[in-house]
């Protein structure tokens, strides 16, 4: 059983940046975040290869968010700049042990065994 432990959230003003952090009890071959704001589907935000670092985004994010990983920490980041108030939403970590289709499947949430119990951001207007 794979343990995510997630930082806290926070209230940003809009244009504002904060920072997640998913560290794992174990190492893991995938790690990413999901998104749900309140009354709608869940959705994919950002993931990460630990082998390669390769990185996969959300249109709705590109440019300015950015996932990155700590090798040492077994940690990965979730850097998030330039909020709007539609990235309101709780943010999870989820985390796996599979690269088999990573490229192709890294934004369904199936593809991932285990999760964070998550964390709210809220950007204000």
């Known amino acids: 059983q794979v343990q995510l432990i997630e930082s806290a959230g926070g209230l940003v003003q809009a244009g504002g940046s904060l920072r997640l952090s998913c560290s794992a009890s174990t190492p893991t071959v995938t790690r990413g975040w999901f998104r749900q704001a309140p009354g709608k589907e869940r959705e994919f935000v950002a993931a990460?290869?630990?082998?390669?670092?390769?990185?996969y985004y959300a249109d709705s994010v590109k440019g300015r968010f950015s996932i990155t990983r700590d090798n040492r920490m077994n940690t990965v980041y979730l850097q998030m700049n330039s909020l709007k108030p539609e990235d309101t939403a709780a943010y999870s970590c989820v985390a796996g042990f599979k690269t088999d289709g990573f490229s192709a499947q890294h934004n369904n949430g199936s593809y991932y065994r285990y999760w964070g119990q998550g964390t709210q951001v809220t950007v204000s207007s």
């Open positions: 990460i290869r630990w082998s390669d670092g390769s990185t």
